[in-house]
């Protein structure tokens, strides 16, 4: 993939010095994050760009919603303050909801607005100044020769900082994130991380998605042939119960493999599920055990972040 292309944009202050997206990258790389993510965009991109006209601005009322940004203006002041434009979220939304195609976008070019769009920049900000915000409490000397910083574009006094940061961090969070702490957490998260594999077909009218819903109920129909008779498009979801609506939570804890439910009112559309799979959560999970460990941090270090660290400005 080609280098990621970052606005020049300062995100947070820390002991009298800013650090940049660029370090919020180095930080994701330390962790061991950035690889797997790019490489999950790199599959992501190679997605056709399918998805018709109301089916996108269904997709960007919901996107609004959910960021609290029904106001157009807000919305623009929201885009502005992270250097993005329309097309930019567009695309991202076009790239989560297409099928799977010919490749028509570089990771590199587009690897920004997915950041943004997807929360992960925000999730890795707040890494980052946990990161630092133990660094200013506790100290750590400053290597005056540190090794290469592992990401191109991080400016050499930023990387000093975040290299004597690093070992100091690990320390620290290590006995936070044992099996057996994790494990404790576990049993007050269960529900909420309950994992759903979902096959969707949102119909942008009511009557179309209660069609859809006879033929997979009653007709038997693939899910890939009623949406392809309906016009719509078939959505491939992998979804914790904490990030569902509601009612469509409700319905699909007590749902089992292979039920048919719906239509949910969701983003501007009306939505059809089939659930293809579900999964109690496991520290075995990756991604179970990924949230789990955010909530560890935040919980251990929220006090010391809002002591030392601050958003740039």
């Given amino acids: 993939m080609n280098r990621v292309s970052l606005p020049d944009l300062s995100v947070l202050q820390c002991a009298?010095?800013?650090?940049?997206?660029?370090?919020?990258?180095?930080?994701a790389e330390l962790?061991?994050?950035?690889?797997?993510?790019?490489?999950?965009?790199?599959?992501?991109v190679a997605a056709a760009r399918r998805v018709d006209n109301r089916t996108l601005q269904g997709a960007l009322t919901a996107?609004?919603?959910?960021r609290g940004l029904t106001a157009a203006d807000d919305f623009k002041a929201w885009m502005a303050a992270r250097g993005l434009s329309l097309d930019a979220v567009a695309d991202h939304l076009e790239r989560a909801l297409a099928p799977p195609g010919d490749a028509r976008a570089d990771a590199g070019a587009c690897a920004?607005?997915?950041l943004v769009c997807t929360g992960t920049l925000d999730r890795w900000t707040r890494e980052l100044a946990q990161l630092l915000a133990v660094w200013a409490e506790h100290g750590a000397p400053?290597?005056?020769?540190?090794p290469p910083p592992p990401v191109a574009g991080l400016a050499p006094d930023q990387w000093a900082r975040l290299h004597a940061?690093?070992?100091?961090?690990?320390?620290?969070?290590?006995?936070?994130?044992d099996d057996a702490?994790?494990?404790r957490l576990l049993e007050t998260r269960t529900l909420d991380l309950v994992r759903f594999e979902l096959e969707a077909l949102p119909a942008a009218d009511e009557d179309v998605a209660r069609e859809?819903?006879?033929c997979l109920r009653v007709d038997g129909m693939a899910p890939a042939d009623a949406a392809a008779l309906a016009r719509v498009p078939l959505q491939a979801l992998d979804r914790f119960a904490r990030d569902l609506d509601p009612a469509m939570r409700r319905e699909l804890l007590a749902g089992v493999p292979g039920q048919v439910l719906g239509p949910f009112a969701s983003g501007g559309a009306h939505v059809v599920l089939r659930v293809v799979g579900k999964r109690l959560p496991s520290l075995s999970d990756p991604r179970v055990r990924e949230l789990l460990a955010d909530q560890a941090r935040d919980a251990a270090f929220g006090a010391l972040v809002r002591r030392h660290v601050a958003p740039a400005g």
């Fill in 63 to 66: 996107f609004r919603k959910a």
């Fill in 165 to 177: 940061a690093w070992a100091l961090f690990q320390d620290r969070a290590a006995s936070l994130l």
């Fill in 181 to 183: 702490a994790l494990r």
């Fill in 31 to 44: 962790r061991g994050d950035l690889g797997p993510w790019i490489d999950a965009l790199e599959r992501q």
């Fill in 142 to 146: 400053v290597s005056p020769q540190p």
């Fill in 16 to 27: 009298g010095a800013r650090f940049d997206l660029h370090a919020v990258l180095c930080a």
């Fill in 112 to 114: 920004y607005a997915e």
């Fill in 212 to 214: 859809l819903l006879l």
